[in-house]
């Protein structure tokens, strides 16, 4: 979304396949949907080194595990390379930026910047790290728009934001259905989805998100919030002992991915 203006969008991570696969998938979507926002395709750049990524940003945007102390080490090594203006967003869906931003020297440019997976999702959560300046998240809440984005400001700090707080219950509780050995993922999906008439289910949209990274999720929220189902969170970690993580291992609640 944000290479739809033009601009140059640099990707960085450790895995080289890693790499290569985001920079196909853009490469692949990336004109049709700047052709539908009014735009033109920037240039994706891949990176092995945070070092080449930031500099000369304007913004960078932490996408790792949800692992706390490894978000620390990255913000540390952000706030060390990035320009000092630069915006320093996490993607965290799950962890506040005031637990990140003690790794900083210049929180007033910290927030967190949740997406849910775009283009298909457009939806993006701001939300300060409880010293972000204002001025900061009211540009954002201008700017985003331009590249397509539906911004939303998290008007007070929150474990889980706005959406993944209704989310978390409705996915604990659909694991806890099936824990309790009362349905199949299958049939929870589908009546969720005649219910509802929605397009997303709760066992596909767990697949497509990553088993490890739910479960992940699932035991920050026990921790912070201590109302998650130990049951869920069994069913969840036996899938991912077993490999089974979703689509990106061809296997996770659905076997049918190719």
């Not at 979507?29 to 092995?48: K, M, Y």
């Not at 540390?76 to 930026?97: C, E, I, K, Q, W």
């Not at 954002?140 to 911004?151: K, V």
């Not at 474990?159 to 707080?165: A, D, L, P, S, Y």
């Amino acid at each position: 979304m944000l290479a739809t203006r033009g601009g140059e969008v640099r990707i960085c991570s450790r895995s080289a396949r890693g790499r290569e696969a985001a920079k196909s998938f853009i490469e692949e979507n990336l004109a049709a949907i700047a052709q539908r926002l009014g735009g033109s395709p920037g240039h994706i750049v891949v990176c092995d080194s945070i070092e080449a990524a930031v500099e000369n940003v304007g913004l960078t945007i932490e996408a790792v595990p949800e692992q706390l102390a490894l978000k620390r080490e990255i913000f540390r090594t952000l706030d060390l390379l990035a320009p000092t203006d630069a915006v320093l967003g996490s993607n965290s869906s799950s962890y506040p930026t005031s637990q990140i931003v003690e790794a900083v020297t210049r929180p007033e440019r910290v927030l967190n910047m949740h997406f849910y997976m775009p283009p298909l999702q457009s939806a993006v959560e701001l939300m300060s790290c409880g010293a972000t300046k204002p001025e900061l998240i009211a540009a954002l809440m201008d700017i985003l728009p331009q590249f397509g984005l539906e911004p939303y400001h998290v008007q007070r700090e929150s474990v889980g934001f706005i959406f993944n707080r209704i989310w978390a219950a409705i996915k604990r509780e659909s694991l806890t259905v099936v824990a309790d050995g009362i349905a199949t993922p299958d049939d929870v999906d589908r009546i969720f989805q005649s219910v509802l008439r929605a397009g997303e289910a709760p066992f596909r949209l767990m697949d497509k998100v990553g088993l490890d990274v739910v479960l992940d999720i699932e035991e920050h929220y026990a921790a912070t919030k201590g109302h998650s189902s130990e049951g869920a969170r069994a069913l969840l970690r036996r899938f991912v002992e077993e490999g089974r993580l979703g689509q990106k291992t061809g296997r996770g609640f659905y076997e049918d991915y190719s």
